[in-house]
C-alpha cells in the first residue's frame, strides 16, 4: 500500500419586491450539530457540505481564494493551518474567521501538522494539535453557526502500530477541547493517511462518537487510491450510513500516485445520499501531485480539467451545493467589507428605500462559461421587518434558468418571478437574504 504524498499545497440591477410584517421568532439552538447522522444548522435544516480545500498556511496572501471558491457556487472551504510543530503556526484566526463570514461560507479548518504521524518523523500528535485550538480558543468564540475545528488532518500514517492508537488519541482529544469550553461541530480524520483501509476509524467510530459528551463530531475519510472502484466507496460510506453516524469525504480528487479514485461515485453517492464532501484542492499543490489543482495558479478563470469536472460537472459543486441559510440573515462585519463593496464614496445597490414598506433586491453574476453563467439575487428589508418578499425582472438577451436554490423561481418568456422558501421569508429591519441560480446563455449577459 503507498502512501499518500503530502500536499504543500484547492450591475446589479434593482427590483420590486413585496411584503408582510413580521416578528421574528429566537433561534431554538446555536451552531453547526449532529442530529440522526446528519449535519444540521440551528434552525434544523440540513446541511451537505459542498466545498473545496485552500492550502492557506504555504500562501496567507492569496486570500481572494476564499471569494472565489464562493463564486463558483461552494458553501464551504475546508482551511489548512498550522499548529507550529511543522508549519507555522498560524496565528490569522480573527483574518480567517472574517473572510469565512464575509464570503458566506462554513469554514472547516484544519491543523496539517499531524499528517501522517508515525511515519513522518516531524509531524505532530494529536495532542499537540488539540493544545493549538485551546490556545485559540477566545478567537473561536462565537462562531459556531460557520466555523468546524478539523482537528488534524490524515494524524496517521501507515505505521500499525501508532494508527492503532486512534481510538484513544482521538477521544482524548475530543475531550480535551470540550473541556477548554468548545461547543463547535468538530471533525476526526481517519488514519493510514486518512484513507483508513485497515477500518481502524470504521470500526470504532460509535466508541469516538459516544467520548463527545456533546455527541457533535463528525467523521471525515479521504478517499484516494484506496476507493478506486464503485463497490469499495459505496460499502465504506454505507455502512456509516446504516449505523446513523456521521460522515463526510473530507478530501478526494479525480487521480492519485497510490491510485485512480472513482470520482464518479463519490461524487454521485454522497449527493444521492446527502453526505457531504469537499475537494483537494483550490490551487498551489506540488512535490508530484500539481494535477490536483482545481484552478491554475489561484486564478479563478484558469479552471483546470479537475476543476471543471468538480465545479461544473455532474453532481458537482454547482449542480448542488447550497448555502447555508444561518446567512440568510447573517450580514458580514463592517469593518471587514466583501471584495464586491462599492467604496465608501458610492451608496451601495442595495440600500433600502426610506419608508417602513423599503424593500429592494440586487442581481449579480457571480461567475461566467461557455454557454452559462451563475448568478445571484440579494433581497434586502428595509427599515421594517418582513415577512415574505417576490422579485421579479427581465432578461434581456435570451437567458434561461436551468436551476435555482433558496428561492422558488418561475418563468415565462424573459420574465422571471422568485418568490421565498419556507426558511428565508422572515426578514429583519435591514437584514438580507440571498438566492441563486445557474443560467444558460451566450453572448453578452446583461
Not at 502500530?161 to 482524548?172: D, K, L, M
Not at 472502484?229 to 478530501?251: K, M, N, Q, W
Request: hydrophobic share 35%; charged share 15%.
Amino acid at each position: 500500500m503507498k502512501r499518500k504524498i503530502a500536499v504543500m499545497g484547492a450591475t446589479a440591477l434593482m427590483m420590486l419586491a413585496s411584503m408582510m410584517f413580521f416578528v421574528k421568532p429566537a433561534e431554538a439552538a446555536v451552531g453547526l450539530r449532529v442530529d440522526a447522522g446528519r449535519i444540521v444548522e440551528a434552525n434544523g435544516s440540513n446541511f451537505v457540505m459542498r466545498g473545496a480545500s485552500h492550502a492557506h498556511i504555504w500562501y496567507p496572501s492569496q486570500t481572494s481564494s476564499f471569494a472565489n471558491i464562493k463564486a463558483l457556487g461552494a458553501n464551504t472551504v475546508r482551511v489548512v493551518l498550522g499548529s507550529g510543530q511543522r508549519w507555522g503556526p498560524s496565528n490569522d484566526i480573527p483574518d480567517i474567521v472574517n473572510l469565512c463570514r464575509t464570503n458566506r461560507l462554513i469554514c472547516v479548518l484544519e491543523v496539517h501538522d499531524t499528517t501522517g504521524y508515525g511515519d513522518e518523523s516531524e509531524a505532530a500528535t494529536l495532542d499537540q494539535a488539540a493544545s493549538y485550538w485551546i490556545s485559540k480558543r477566545s478567537e473561536l468564540a462565537g462562531t459556531e453557526n460557520f466555523i468546524v475545528v478539523n482537528i488534524g488532518n490524515e494524524p496517521m500514517g501507515n505505521n500499525a502500530s501508532v494508527s492503532a492508537t486512534w481510538p484513544t488519541a482521538t477521544s482524548n482529544a475530543i475531550r480535551r477541547l470540550r473541556t477548554a469550553g468548545f461547543e463547535h461541530m468538530l471533525m476526526v480524520d481517519a488514519p493510514m493517511w486518512g484513507q483508513d483501509w485497515q477500518f481502524i476509524m470504521r470500526n470504532n467510530a460509535q466508541a469516538v462518537f459516544n467520548s463527545d459528551p456533546q455527541r457533535n463530531t463528525v467523521f471525515s475519510i479521504h478517499m484516494y487510491g484506496v476507493f478506486d472502484t464503485a463497490a469499495e466507496v459505496t460499502d465504506y460510506l454505507g455502512r456509516f450510513r446504516s449505523a446513523g453516524l456521521p460522515i463526510v469525504v473530507g478530501e478526494f480528487g479525480h487521480d492519485h500516485s497510490d491510485g485512480n479514485p472513482d470520482e464518479e461515485t463519490i461524487m454521485s453517492y454522497t449527493q444521492a445520499n446527502g453526505i457531504g464532501y469537499i475537494g483537494w484542492s483550490w490551487s498551489g499543490n506540488s512535490g508530484g501531485v500539481d494535477y490536483l489543482d482545481m484552478v491554475t495558479n489561484f486564478n479563478p478563470n484558469q479552471l483546470t480539467s479537475w476543476g471543471q469536472r468538480f465545479f461544473n460537472g455532474a453532481n458537482g459543486i454547482r449542480q448542488t451545493s447550497r448555502e447555508a441559510t444561518w446567512y440568510s440573515g447573517a450580514t458580514p462585519p463592517p469593518s471587514t467589507p466583501g471584495p464586491s463593496t462599492p467604496p465608501p464614496s458610492s451608496p451601495p445597490p442595495s440600500t433600502p428605500p426610506p419608508g417602513p414598506a423599503g424593500c429592494s433586491a440586487t442581481y449579480t453574476v457571480t461567475g461566467q462559461w461557455q454557454g452559462g453563467f451563475q448568478g445571484e439575487v440579494r433581497v434586502t428589508a428595509g427599515a421594517s421587518a418582513i415577512r415574505g418578499w417576490r422579485v421579479t425582472w427581465t432578461f434581456a438577451n435570451g437567458q434561461r434558468i436551468t436551476q435555482a436554490w433558496n428561492a422558488t423561481i418561475t418563468t415565462s418568456g424573459s420574465n422571471v418571478t422568485a418568490t421565498n422558501v419556507s426558511y428565508n421569508g422572515n426578514l429583519g429591519p435591514r437584514a438580507s437574504t440571498t438566492f441563486g441560480f445557474i443560467g444558460s446563455g451566450s453572448g453578452s449577459n446583461p
